[in-house]
């Protein structure tokens, strides 16, 4: 995730806003070459509109957790283009073209969306969501590496923040590392159980 230096990832409403310097945008497509597939949720997708771009020749696959297909039939870029985009919903399984929906449940289960995925053979998955999806993961134990990238832009309230979690929790830095644009820390994720 990349946040403001007071705590939104998002600006009013949803609003992207770039918050990503240019050695950590790097990073983050190194992250996503090396990933076997991309999660976000479907907020993203009608907020932000992402291609969830790649280098090279990679071949990672966009993954949409969207349990009612609220996106299903519109004209967003990450339902376009030659990589897979993989669908998590809560109603129907199927191929069409490069799009493939996985019905995960009723309602929908994200431990089970994630045995599915694990059975198809994604193994390293990035989750790029917002704060629904990226609390989701973290509440339930399923993030292994955490990294926040907080840039040096103070954004205007109202905006979306950070996950938050039910009571204080102390040492949960790994690591600091100070990149041009802002700093980036690798967060234990066991502190938002």
Not at 40 to 55: C, F
Not at 59 to 71: G, N, Y
Not at 79 to 93: V, Y
Request: some cysteine.
């Amino acid at each position: 995730m990349a946040q403001s230096l007071n705590g939104y990832i998002s600006g009013p409403d949803g609003r992207r806003v770039a918050l990503s310097s240019d050695e950590d945008w790097k990073r983050v497509l190194s992250l996503r070459e090396k990933s076997d597939g991309i999660i976000i949720g479907k907020n993203t997708v009608i907020l932000d509109d992402p291609e969830l771009k790649v280098g090279g020749n990679c071949k990672s696959a966009r993954i949409v957790i969207d349990p009612r297909l609220t996106i299903d039939g519109k004209n967003y870029k990450i339902l376009h283009g030659e990589r897979k985009t993989l669908i998590l919903n809560e109603m129907k399984d199927g191929i069409f073209g490069n799009i493939q929906y996985i019905k995960c449940g009723t309602p929908f289960d994200l431990a089970k969306s994630l045995e599915i995925l694990y059975s198809m053979g994604y193994r390293n998955l990035l989750v790029e969501g917002g704060k629904i999806t990226a609390e989701s993961f973290l509440k339930g134990g399923f993030v292994d590496e955490m990294y926040v990238f907080i840039a040096s832009v103070i954004l205007e309230d109202g905006g979306i923040r950070m996950p938050a979690v039910s009571s204080i929790r102390r040492n949960a830095v790994k690591r600091i590392t100070l990149i041009n644009g802002g700093i980036l820390l690798n967060i234990d994720p066991g502190e938002w159980k």
